[in-house]
């Protein structure tokens, strides 16, 4: 076990509206979480990386400080802060930037205002050369997913893992990594749920120590066909899950040490505002829980059943984490 039983998790949505509904969760809501007893199975909390998206009105920085004092008052364990402009230049948002803060892009969400081109990508890493301030990218190529959209009508909660195939993703960080490798900018490319492609992360990890990645446990122990289920609505999430050959080769991949961290890409919803369009799949707001269960789900699915060992589990969620965080041991 750890020096200080706990872990970390580096993504988290917590906090914030997003697509129209308020997140379920907020920092008071997490705090619980800090105080888990001492149990090797479900350890305490020990410190998050939470998301800081530039609102419809209002700068990214009063931003920031609206989620920074509410964190300070209901949250215990440290703070990591991603932030993402929607609006904001680099000018903006150079001032911002420093230890504990990082920045996140997406390669896709056009309609939501999040997207960034590879050539818009590229300028931010230019005009950023200096600072070198790391870059946690969404990696799924809008162009196409737009085609797969086309493609595939979304009826059905499996008809996700159709109009987003591991294809974006694999479009996406095949791009990503080759800017990074150009002006030796450090990126994270979060949420990896395709095995290609985190086979390219680990190349592009060999020619440049500043580019990292994590999966998450729901790719790592859930696949496709839990979207055919009963209310497998409450399940759509992006990227969505994928073959059970692709779910069993990423946990070779875990094995192996390609991935450097495990992170919950904890985004949820209230059960009604899953609910609400259960028959609309396109409409569910996407994301599911996983903060509560990051370490428990991977110790008793892959700890317990000798794929991974404690010790492997202890540096995917606690002590690469703190590296990343700019933390103490």
């Not at 090797?40 to 800081?52: A, D, E, R, T, Y």
């Not at 960080?173 to 395709?194: F, G, N, R, T």
């Amino acid at each position: 076990m750890p020096i200080k039983p706990g872990y970390l998790d580096f993504h988290v949505h917590v906090g914030e509206r997003i697509g129209g509904y308020t997140l379920r969760d907020d920092f008071a809501d997490l705090q619980r979480l800090c105080h888990n007893p001492d149990d090797p199975i479900n350890p305490p909390l020990m410190g998050m990386g939470v998301f800081v998206t530039q609102p419809d009105t209002g700068s990214l920085a009063q931003h920031l400080e609206e989620m920074q004092s509410h964190a300070a008052r209901n949250f215990s364990s440290p703070v990591y802060w991603h932030l993402t402009p929607t609006r904001d230049d680099v000018s903006q948002v150079v001032p911002l930037l420093g230890k504990g803060i990082d920045l996140k892009f997406y390669t896709t969400y056009r309609a939501q205002g999040l997207y960034r081109s590879y050539t818009e990508l590229e300028r931010w890493m230019q005009n950023l050369s200096d600072q070198k301030t790391r870059f946690l990218i969404h990696c799924e190529d809008d162009d196409a997913v737009q085609h797969y959209s086309e493609k595939h009508p979304f009826r059905h909660p499996f008809d996700h893992t159709l109009r987003r195939p591991e294809r974006c993703e694999l479009i996406a960080v095949e791009k990503v990594l080759d800017l990074a490798l150009k002006h030796q900018h450090p990126v994270h490319i979060v949420h990896v749920s395709s095995p290609n492609s985190a086979l390219l992360i680990q190349e592009a990890k060999k020619q440049f120590s500043g580019i990292s990645c994590e999966t998450t446990p729901h790719y790592l122990l859930l696949n496709e066909d839990d979207l055919k289920a009963k209310d497998a609505h409450r399940l759509i999430c992006t990227p969505p899950f994928r073959s059970e050959r692709s779910r069993g080769m990423l946990v070779e991949l875990l094995q192996d040490g390609v991935f450097d961290i495990l992170a919950s890409d904890h985004c949820a919803f209230t059960l009604p505002d899953k609910d609400r369009y259960k028959n609309q799949p396109e409409k569910v707001p996407c994301g599911i829980a996983g903060i509560g269960t990051l370490f428990s789900s991977v110790y008793e699915a892959l700890v317990r059943s000798g794929k991974i060992t404690l010790q492997q589990l202890v540096e995917l969620t606690q002590t690469r984490v703190m590296q990343l965080m700019e933390l103490e041991a």
